[in-house]
């Protein structure tokens, strides 16, 4: 079992930056793929970014390209999304998960969620 934890949310004006980390334990995440999801009110979890397991590739939603950078440091079981140029959309839910799917996109192929942290933009 793998627990999960994220932390960083806040409320932060638009243009302004935040960085999320996702510690996890239980497990080492070493072997794992890593994403971030999000939800807000009303809508579907959709994804924003993810990392394989040995952090040599990353991928990116096209509404946050650009903008939010995903990261991991395996030595410290921790995965970290910075967002900058953060935009009133951006207000949501932010969920880390794990997966051994090779797709790192597809949030049903996540097996280990966390409870979420709240990023609340404002304009």
């Known amino acids: 079992q793998v627990q999960l934890v994220e932390s960083g949310g806040g409320l932060v004006q638009a243009g302004g930056s935040l960085r999320l980390s996702c510690a996890a334990s239980g497990r080492t995440l070493s072997s794992y793929g890593m994403g971030w999801f999000r939800q807000a009110p009303?809508?579907?979890?959709?994804f924003v970014a993810a990392i394989t397991w040995s952090g040599v590739n990353?991928?990116?939603a096209n509404s946050v390209k650009g903008r939010f950078t995903?990261?991991?440091d395996n030595a410290k079981n921790t995965v970290?999304?910075?967002?900058?140029?953060?935009?009133p959309e951006d207000t949501?839910?932010?969920y880390c998960a794990a997966t051994?799917?090779?797709?790192?996109t597809w949030y049903q192929g996540y097996v280990y969620w966390g409870q979420g942290t709240q990023v609340t933009v404002s304009s």
């Open 42 to 46: 009303g809508k579907d979890r959709e």
């Open 58 to 60: 990353t991928y990116y």
């Open 70 to 72: 995903i990261s991991r």
């Open 80 to 87: 970290y999304l910075q967002m900058n140029s953060l935009k």
């Open 92 to 94: 949501a839910v932010y």
């Open 100 to 104: 051994r799917n090779v797709d790192l």
